[in-house]
């Protein structure tokens, strides 16, 4: 929630537009897709794939070898999807009433880059998610019950779900140039879908450690 809060002060106070906040909650995405990377690498998982309907448990070699093949496939299946997600998103901030041309994410990210206020917020979201890394995955044991294979597919009930809503919103926020007030609360409803996903990605995982 707090991370989010950064963005309706970069509206409030840093000039930002409706195309900052989505384009902020794109790199996101990439966020959350490096935190999943990084808990595959960790995962201890006791069973799994075709072992845990045998009620085998995977030898070290095993499980090294799940990750070796698994870890890489999610970077590069999520990192196309990013990409892809970038790109038209990136076409559509960047319109102006003439055709664009490929490769608009490039630019468009490394100008984000280069605003310190934005990097801010980017610091913002990835310490938040980083302290859910921490004090869940890590300092709860989430890590010690999760299945390999489902956690190639994690991000993408919450990613899809909100790259939807931020692209539909945001851009109907921008079509009717939308005022402060109606700005911050469509982040307001962001932060509600946020804290919708996290609440069930925990309890799902509470419910296998238990």
């Given at each position: 929630?707090?991370?989010?809060?950064?963005?309706?002060?970069?509206?409030?106070f840093?000039?930002?537009?409706?195309?900052?906040?989505v384009?902020?909650?794109?790199?996101?995405?990439?966020?959350v897709?490096?935190?999943?990377?990084?808990?595959?690498l960790?995962?201890?998982?006791y069973?799994?794939?075709?072992?845990r309907?045998q009620?085998?448990?995977?030898?070290?070699f095993?499980?090294?070898?799940?990750?070796?093949?698994?870890v890489?496939?999610?970077?590069?299946h999520?990192?196309?999807?990013?990409?892809?997600n970038?790109?038209?998103?990136?076409?559509?901030i960047?319109?102006?009433?003439?055709?664009?041309g490929?490769?608009?994410?490039?630019?468009?990210?490394?100008?984000?880059?280069?605003?310190?206020?934005?990097?801010?917020a980017?610091?913002?979201?990835?310490?938040s998610?980083g302290?859910?890394?921490?004090?869940?995955?890590?300092?709860r044991?989430?890590?010690l019950?999760?299945?390999?294979k489902?956690?190639?597919?994690r991000?993408?009930?919450r990613?899809?779900v909100?790259?939807l809503?931020?692209?539909?919103?945001?851009f109907?926020l921008?079509?009717?140039?939308s005022?402060?007030?109606?700005?911050?609360?469509f982040?307001v409803?962001k932060?509600?879908?946020?804290?919708?996903?996290?609440?069930?990605?925990?309890?799902?995982?509470?419910?296998?450690?238990a």
């Amino acid at each position: 929630m707090a991370a989010n809060l950064v963005l309706i002060a970069g509206i409030a106070f840093w000039g930002w537009t409706v195309r900052d906040v989505v384009f902020l909650y794109f790199i996101e995405t990439v966020i959350v897709g490096a935190y999943n990377a990084l808990a595959m690498l960790i995962a201890q998982p006791y069973q799994m794939g075709w072992m845990r309907r045998q009620g085998i448990a995977p030898s070290g070699f095993e499980l090294l070898a799940s990750k070796l093949f698994q870890v890489p496939v999610f970077i590069l299946h999520y990192g196309f999807f990013c990409y892809i997600n970038g790109e038209l998103l990136s076409s559509l901030i960047l319109f102006n009433g003439t055709p664009q041309g490929a490769n608009t994410l490039r630019p468009l990210l490394a100008s984000t880059l280069h605003d310190p206020h934005a990097l801010v917020a980017i610091a913002a979201m990835t310490v938040s998610h980083g302290y859910s890394f921490f004090r869940n995955y890590l300092g709860r044991g989430e890590y010690l019950h999760v299945d390999l294979k489902a956690m190639t597919e994690r991000p993408y009930k919450r990613v899809i779900v909100t790259s939807l809503f931020v692209m539909g919103g945001g851009f109907a926020l921008f079509a009717f140039n939308s005022p402060l007030m109606f700005v911050a609360v469509f982040v307001v409803i962001k932060i509600v879908v946020d804290a919708y996903y996290h609440l069930a990605e925990r309890k799902a995982l509470a419910e296998r450690t238990a």
